[in-house]
């Protein structure tokens, strides 16, 4: 293909890294492409957590706007940013191979842990799944990329904060004595990259798809749909994580309250050939199960907080 793909991302350290990881792959299979970067709504508003903004998709907004105008040919987002529902004409074209899938905790010490101590944190399940563990711990809010949440961390008392060990590892900032926090169910799509094109331009979307790894568009697709069943986007602490092993898919999902005194979780499994539904059902089995309820306290805590 003759024509230069255009490439949309956002100006941070992280999303640029992802889209030159992106510019190298469709270089090496051929094509030309040139980098677009855009700054998104929530790259600049940080004084605000993110479900006070009440915007699905904060971050993939400003792309999707440049998509749609025909500025840029393809977006490259952080999976676990993108809305379950993709806006009209643009489509998902790639999932990149996925990457680590863990949280982990950056720290001044772990000894925090045995004690009262703060844990910062910007993300809703983040900070419910810790204070399920650790109920003594005060969590406040983080906000910003990951260079400057980094920054925060070691200016302000907090103990420590959580980071996608992803996006840590990919800009090599991920320190030596960071904690994985195996314990912690990650997002439905962490660790994941996705391409997305509009549906009309056929010769784009065809070269994005050779970026596209089978076994993470699966696992990251059931993942999404137990989020988009259980009415997740930035507005309810879920978590979710399928796994392909020996020809099954594993799969372990959860829904907590907000301040973590209670939650549900399901873990399930399927072989490779039956995931048709496999997301929705089960976070049916976690709505049935209480989250139903759960899911009502929390849009209502959610909505009187804003308000």
């Known amino acids: ?39 998104a709504t929530g790259d600049l508003v ?21 998509l749609l105008k025909g500025d840029i040919d393809i977006a490259v987002h952080s999976m676990k940013d993108v809305p379950t529902v993709l806006p009209k004409g643009v489509v ?10 863990h949280d982990v905790l950056v720290h001044k010490g772990t000894d925090f842990l045995e004690r009262e101590g703060i844990l910062a944190t910007g993300s809703l399940r983040r900070k419910a799944q810790w204070l399920a563990k650790y109920p003594k711990h005060k969590v406040v809010d983080l906000r910003g990329n990951v260079n400057s949440r980094l920054i925060k961390l070691i200016e302000n008392d907090w103990n420590g904060a959580i ?20 314990w912690m169910i990650p997002a439905p799509a962490q660790g994941a990259m996705l391409v997305a094109g509009l549906k009309d331009n056929e010769q784009v979307i065809q070269a994005a798809s050779e970026l596209n790894d089978d ?8 993942e999404r749909e137990f989020l988009k069943t259980l009415e ?25 309250a907000l301040d973590g005194s209670a939650f549900v979780e ?12 496999f997301g929705k059902s089960c976070a049916y089995e976690i709505l049935e199960s209480g989250g139903k309820q759960l899911m009502d ?8 907080s804003v308000h």
């Open 266 to 277: 399901t873990i399930k499994e399927r072989p490779l050939t039956k995931i048709e539904g």
């Open 163 to 182: 980071f996608a060990q992803a996006g840590l590892e990919r800009i090599k900032l991920l320190p030596k004595d960071a904690v994985q926090l195996d």
């Open 215 to 222: 076994h993470s568009a699966i696992t990251t697709q059931i």
């Open 232 to 256: 997740g986007g930035c507005t309810a602490p879920i978590g979710a994580l399928a796994e392909i092993k020996n020809q099954k898919v594993y799969f372990k999902g959860c829904l907590h």
């Open 46 to 66: 940080l004084d605000k957590p993110l479900y006070e903004l009440g915007i699905t998709g904060i971050f993939t907004k400003t792309l999707d706007v440049a």
């Open 297 to 304: 306290e929390i849009k209502n805590e959610l909505n009187n």
């Open 1 to 39: 293909m003759k024509n230069v793909i255009r490439i949309g991302t956002r100006d941070s350290e992280l999303a640029l890294w992802q889209a030159n990881t992106v510019q190298n792959k469709l270089e090496a299979l051929g094509h030309n492409t040139t980098l677009i970067p855009v700054k």
């Open 92 to 101: 998902q074209a790639a999932v990149l191979e996925r990457a680590e899938t």
